[in-house]
């Protein structure tokens, strides 16, 4: 998908496109005109208590992915494309995905709407600020921060060790400086000193309960579960304790309406949300997710990573708490990352060598396997890039029609769905919707959290065994302590390979994972089990994209792209 | 405006009143269809390049009033009040105040958006998050400091020192945790150990430069020229230095859109930007204010603060970079506030008592001397609260009528301006506009600052000097050899006394002005002079309204006033 000269960039697509006012989206998509709140001309917010009931709940396909490389996989742009191409073939299709976080924007990243003929629009609005909704986390998160803080100032009635405060303050920007810090300080009247730090808003768990609430009432009780820290002998403290998860919501109320867009063909596309993927689930919120199921005939939504974090957060977390289990799952692959995958170099994936490809399908080959360890079949989308050969595309698909697997090439990217470019692929995701599988998770919730984290390492990373650290064994005691052990595990764990050394590409064996510490999120509902290191505040680059953005002009953002 | 218990609550108020559509507001207001971008149903930004060119420019009406008390004046009610009754006079009138800031709300101030029968609505929106636009600054503000921390960290080209880093972050909350850190801990991974610290988002100089700037490209400029410290050798680096000017020009390219929503009675609001009235100007974007002069008659504006600090930064520093300059000031009085300077004490201010209101009126004989030291009549607004005797009212407008100076009591809290509560006022104020005051600066820009600050003090302060402290002198100095000499001055004086002593009520005289500090806003293109001690990030107190805030069974904010 990389660009050539002559090919027009991705901002240059969306600005050619033509948009069309949010309204008529709306009613394209069976909104009542009093279910809709506009934010400028182009993006609106859907008040759910608006809708009428549905006739039936439209069916998920949620799109993963082969293990993640710095080629990319192009996940959100299929996305996008593959809804466009259902739709052009005659069914009523909404996409449900993530919102963009504005920090990695900043940094080198760019947008996270698509990419090509593919995209949600208006893309550079849905980049920037958006609805307001990641601010609104950020607000209800330090908003609590302070609470905490005001409390131990004012006398500490609850107790609360200032040296164990788990919940941190968090930011929408990359900004290393902020990781680690002290505050509190420049004598008593500033606050008690302590040590502190702050994540990215993306890594807040109040991003991962607004993602994971069914309603705002959910979303309230969820909010009060949260635990912020432990007293000075070692109680949990919670927000209910605090009695700050009223003005959260409130904080909240507009932001958990999810957000209606379109992608350049005029789909309905619904934005909302966007945890991390690593120490949260990764996928867009349940009420977006839950709403399009009640307004679409199809629902295409996105989990983060490879099928080994994202499709399993989505059906062991995601899919637990609320009804929104896939009929069908696309493993999105390409040629350069399988190549990768098979050991060729980064710097030589342009070369035509279906040798290395063929060496690179164990990966794409574990992933299928995990997904029928769901009780679903995959249906393999080869998302083409410009320097793909036939030979190389024709040889996935072989590869998988001998495996027994649906499989189609897509070139989203540069033909569209809107046009030709995804008829293939949705056929086969049609064929598959017709029949769909029967959902299931992979452990019940009795199950011990290391017993989770046992078969999660063991059935879908292919792993031998997982060591837990003196401190995560401690940990594991204390989760079990307050209470805590029938919560389902969110694995924090490299996405580039099965394993926690993210240089094992392919499908390696034999191999331990090592679990080094375990985060209780009670208001999510999961207990993080961290492998390897964990960045949750990222940092800007030597050169950050952020010094060559601006206005044009006319007053339009240039340099984001 | 104490409410008793059978007065309905401001918000109890605010939903009984029938809300019209923003398309409707703005039609009124003779915006066409396409400057209008809708924010939910009730609240717009209006895209000013959209509009037509005017037929003429409205005149200003800038609302002041005497030294404020905790007993309150009532100034938003005030200028909304006003607003409404002269709309029901026939002429085509306008509100344009600021935003609210989020963390005074969830602390016990309540909203910013008036009370009683005279309010902008839809004020629970108002008071939360709004449009975003606080959110954009704060970003723009932080994403500077993760540029500059980025700097230093990836290198240091400029020789930017550490140690002398002036420009801080911001976040909209108060946390008085966040007053005094130090960030960049953890190691050489982590960036460069440094004191820091946070503001309250309107105390950003971003958002001094946000509603001092007159145009998207003059934004761009004066954000380029925000001195972010000093190199080790001691010269000024600037945004432009660091090439952050166009991010954060993009990152506030919607902000900047002024806000328009509307009063109970329907008369059109431009609601946008709040710096601080302290180290900023205290009055809402200039934008606004343009904007509503090309689409009303009456453009009714407010300054923080009394006339000492608020009319003199709009006259000396707003109406000196935009063609803003009022035609006439109505100074709010309130016979409670009035009694409180005439000595009785505050538990004290319910009983009747005319001479103790007589023995306060030199404090607004010193306000409206300050008017007509600008070249303009101030017209008196005696805003009526619940516990004033008709005795006690008279008593005012009659010492007015003495002085020669127009004045009329207002009931626009309980009887609003939209039924009779301001007609009295609003005649008051068309037979100033009918003749109105030249404008005029306090001093030429050529003073040196030192003597500006000394010319405010003793022509609007009536003091008799000024002592600058040994730190204070060397920042004249430094402000000479950096050539900031020529910039107008903001005065960071206590808004409780004439005096740096916010217990020197009345009208002081004799007093010397105490200058701790200087600081240099060269975006905002303004010197700050510190007296007193100067408060930039709030804390909670021990009871937080946060703590009564939520939702109600239908979703709807609870507690929040």
Redesign the interface.
Known sequence: MSATAATPSDLEIARAANLRPIGEIAASAGIPEEAI?????YKG?IDV?QLPPPDALGQVVLVSAISPTPAGEGKSTLTVGLADALARAGKRTMVAIREPS?GPV?GMKGGATGGGRSQILPME?IN??F??DF??I??AN??L???I??HI???NELGIDPRRITFRRV????????????????GP????PRQ?GFDITVASEVMAVFCLASS?QDL?ERLARITIGYTFDRRPVTVAD??????M???L??AIKPNLVQTIAGTPALVHGGPFANIAHGCNSVIATTTARRLAEVVVTEAGFGADLGAEKFVDIKARCADVAPSAVVLVATVRALKHHGGLPLDRLSEPDVAALEDGLPNLARHIATVRKFGLEPVVAVNRFVTDTEEELAAIVAWCRQAGVRAAVADVWARGGGDDGGDDLAQEVLAALAAPGACRQLYPLELPVEEKVRTIVREVYGGADVEFSEAARRQLAQIRENGWDALPVCMAKTQYSFSDNPSLLGAPEGFTVHVRELRARTGAGFIIAVTGTLMTMP??P?D?G??????DER??????F
Do not use: W
């Open positions: 709140e506009p934010y400028g001309r917010k208590a504005l900043l609005d920037l600020h609805t307001g601010h609104a950020t607000s330090n908003a921060c302070a609470l803080d005001n100032f004012q006398g930011m929408d920007m990359n900004d290393r400086s902020l990781r680690e810090i002290v505050v509190g300080l420049g009247a500033q606050g008690v502190d705002p309230t605090l009695r700050a998860q009223g003005v919501a409130m904080l109320k507009d940092g800007l030597k950050p952020a010094l060559r953005m601006g206005l007053g339009r953002p240039e340099g984001l």
